[in-house]
């Protein structure tokens, strides 16, 4: 029994900042791999940043330098730091995290940002 829970998303204009949040709770044993994805309306779900137990961090070409991504393993929870927003990153945020040797999804957090 895992639970992820994000939050932080809303309304932006162009060019601000939002801080999103995911934190799993249950019995977990170890979470390793971090994720965050997002789906725009009428196109596939993509990854946009990824964050290894090590800290090791990879970007979607569309996000790097605007967006991090870290971790923290004593409250496992993992953040996405979104500055210098475009209106092209509307789209809900998901979480996803292998906890326990599973795969594990957010609900989602929609995310808009106006022009």
């Known amino acids: 029994q895992v639970q992820l829970v994000e939050s932080g998303g809303g309304l932006v204009q162009a060019g601000g900042s939002l801080r999103l949040s995911c934190a799993a709770s249950?019995?977990?044993?170890?979470?390793?791999?971090m994720r965050w994805y997002r789906q725009a309306p009428g196109k596939q779900r993509e990854l946009v940043a990824t964050?290894?137990?090590?800290?090791?961090?990879v970007y979607a070409d569309s996000v790097k330098g605007r967006f991090t991504i870290s971790r923290d393993n004593a409250i496992n929870t993992v953040y996405l730091q979104m500055n210098s927003l475009k209106p092209e990153d509307t789209a809900v945020y998901y979480c996803?995290?292998?906890?326990?040797?599973?795969?594990?999804w957010g609900q989602g957090t929609q995310v808009t940002v106006s022009s």
């Open positions: 996803k995290l292998v906890v326990n040797w599973s795969d594990y």
């Open positions: 964050i290894t137990r090590g800290g090791s961090t």
């Open positions: 249950g019995s977990i044993f170890s979470i390793n791999t």
